[in-house]
């Protein structure tokens, strides 16, 4: 009797970014043997800010998501507790680190934000034949880096 099945690794890369604005550096890379759950195979674009790993043309191969990266607001906790806590508006600046999927023909990660669909469009898939489809959700590649040898 075989027992239950592991997931199995797949090639991975923990990438780490610092960002002032949407200018984005990329600090470090290093190859893990990894599970990646909670990543997007193309064609779906959602709201948000993400890390895809491409192909030499550029084309997207996964996507996953850049949690908690390019906020713009900061909580303000009161001296006197009995205050609110409120949030502010800031200059988004900081860092984060995502682990992204690696296929075989990724060689170049891009730090793309995707803006959310203006008024009445239409939820469409993220791209045709030519380009994006009309209503489709702004796209706008931020950076782009080279992969180091795996």
């Known amino acids: ?30 190859p ?24 030499s043309r550029g084309r997207s191969l996964v996507r996953v998501p850049a949690r908690g990266a390019f906020l713009e607001s ?4 009161p001296e006197d507790h009995a205050e609110p806590i409120t949030r502010v508006d800031v200059e988004a600046r900081g860092a984060f680190t995502v682990v992204v999927p690696t296929p075989a023909a990724a060689t170049q990660v891009a730090v793309v934000r995707v803006a959310p669909p203006g008024p009445g469009a239409e939820p469409t898939p993220g791209g045709g034949a030519t380009g994006p489809l009309p209503g489709a959700a702004p796209r706008v590649d931020l950076a782009t880096f080279p992969l180091e040898a795996r």
Do not use: C, K
């Open 74 to 77: 900061a909580e303000v906790f």
């Open 1 to 30: 009797m075989s027992g239950p099945q592991q997931p199995s690794t797949t090639r991975a890369v923990r990438l780490i970014f610092e960002y002032e604005g949407d200018a984005v550096r990329l600090v470090s890379q290093q």
């Open 32 to 55: 893990v043997d990894t599970v990646v759950s909670g990543f997007d195979t193309p064609p779906e674009l959602r709201p948000g800010h993400f890390v895809e790993a491409r192909d």
